[in-house]
């Protein structure tokens, strides 16, 4: 089941150091790994990279102007399929451009070593030092042998204010369900990598459209005001 996406930064009530928290350095690990360049059942729909460009080019100039962001991929460049885990550059501002280009020029391939690179993000941030977000996106599970349960507990025990939200874009089980009108599809599934939000006090939220991932986005990296 997915969770209803929680109003982060500033809120009615809040003091100054919520309104800090999202104007700090930050970093999106994107997943360039190659189930994003799956389809749904049957081949129906489009590569699930598609919809992550938009809601990236859609998002990125609007949070982008209040904060520093910088960006780690994992999944391509590599020969070792585990390999492809790759800082394109540290927290910089304005940075939409960059990461709209660089998310755009992916070529989904190789394994999925989320935890590999949300411990790299973590040490561009020097989260032992300073606070440090990071937002991870990712459809699917670890792949490359990492423990991101582990990797959460060293985080919140080691860092000096490090939060990790995790956004699951269209992540599915490993079988199918049989629907009683007779239609089938994935079932939805939540990432081992959810471990990785609740222990450090970030959120999990499951994105299923490409207006639930331009929401999360919006809600985990940008300043969300009430008046």
């Known amino acids: ?33 190659g189930s994003m360049a799956e389809m749904g ?13 938009r809601a990236v080019a859609t998002v990125m100039p609007q949070v982008a102007a209040d904060r520093r962001i910088g960006l780690v991929v994992y999944g391509p460049g590599s020969v070792d ?20 280009g660089a998310v755009d020029a992916l070529s989904p ?11 790299m993000a973590a040490g561009v941030l020097k989260y032992q030092e ?19 349960c582990a990797l959460a507990a060293d985080l919140s025990a080691e860092g000096f204010a490090t ?12 079988y199918f369900a049989w629907g009683s009108q007779g239609a089938s599809d994935y079932v939805e599934a939540e990432p081992a990598a959810r471990c990785l939000a609740d222990r450090t006090g970030g959120t999990y939220s ?11 986005l919006r809600v985990t990296l940008g300043c969300n005001v009430l008046f």
């Open 130 to 148: 300073q606070p440090a977000t990071i937002v991870l996106v990712t459809d699917g599970k670890e792949t490359c042998g990492g423990q991101p």
């Open 1 to 33: 089941m997915r969770l209803s996406l929680p109003v982060l930064c500033l809120s009615i009530g809040t003091t100054a150091a919520s309104a800090q928290q999202c104007t700090d350095d930050a970093m999106l690990v994107f997943d360039g790994s």
């Open 81 to 100: 399929p585990c390999g492809g885990v790759k800082l394109h550059f540290p927290p910089v501002q304005h940075a939409a451009d960059r990461l709209i």
């Open 109 to 119: 391939e190789g394994s999925t070593a989320l935890t590999a690179a949300v411990e």
């Open 206 to 216: 499951g994105a299923e459209s490409l207006d639930e991932l331009i929401a999360a």
């Open 163 to 174: 939060t990790v939200h995790v956004i699951g874009f269209k992540v599915r089980g490993d």
């Open 41 to 53: 059942f049957n081949q129906i729909g489009e590569p699930r990279i598609f919809e992550a460009r």
